[in-house]
């Protein structure tokens, strides 16, 4: 199992912040660092000093850090056109030596694309978009060097591109696919995603789901791997008193974040760690809410991750 470090930089964390958690998840052994890609808070924090630009920020990370894999979770199709979507992922690629993971969604938070101009399509657009969008990825990223790339959708035209620059990786960086939906998720998680992540549900309901791609692999006769993976919002302790001041700090009850997260003590936490792993999980991402508390990621690394 693969411990991964996820954060939520836009509920108020400067690139400073993000760079001392990016430095300290490498340095305490954890797999990856993981940032969303909101530009408006969530809840009662102030969000101050404001949004940071996803891909700026993992480019960046890529050439102060040297082991760690970076990545989104998830970056919101609706943000970017795929061909310059497509030129800065590659980008940072090659910046970190092909260390990034891609996690590509519909979007959903329809108050940040009202406040930065964004526009918000219906559902069944957004999922068009984000359809042809992976089909776009896939055809530059994979597009032989010295040839050109077309495609012509109901949403998106490339005309002869030169499918440039190329990513470290072959092929392109790994695309992850996330979300709970019964049809629509596991047909694209099926057919494009190199991982399936299942953010913030329970044990049972995660197995579900998996339990659904893998029907909808089945059904493609797909033959790839696929990687299977959960995140869930981490409060980790070494007694009662430490576990609810880190629920506190965040805004949680600690019944609450133990029934739908990962909360409790160390032993708790590899627990339920476990819990997952028995359904076939190979990574989970820790959503690390206050950015500020180092000591606790070197506490989940001391304790938690060191046992699974």
Known sequence: MRLRIFTEPQQGASYETQLAVAKAAEDLGFDAFFRSDHFVKMGDVTGEPGPTDSWITLGALARETSRIRLGTLVT???FRHPGPLAISVAQVDQMSGGRVDLGLGTGWFDQ???AYGIPFPSLGERFERFEEQLE????????????TYSFSGDHYTLTESPALPKPAQAGGPPIIIG???AKRTPRLAARFADEYNVPFHQVADTGEAFGRVRAACADA???????YSAAQVVCCGRDEAEIKRRADAIGREVSELRDNGLAGTPGELVDKIGR????????????????????HVELLAAEVLSKV
């Open 76 to 78: 919101a199709a609706t």
């Open 112 to 114: 940040e694309h009202a």
């Open 136 to 147: 776009i990825l896939a055809g530059l990223w994979g597009t032989p060097a010295g040839e």
């Open 179 to 181: 979300g709970f939906g």
């Open 221 to 227: 006769g797909r033959t790839k791997p696929l990687v």
């Open 276 to 295: 997952f792993g028995e359904l076939g999980a190979e990574r989970i991402y820790l959503q690390v809410l206050d950015m500020h508390d180092l000591d």
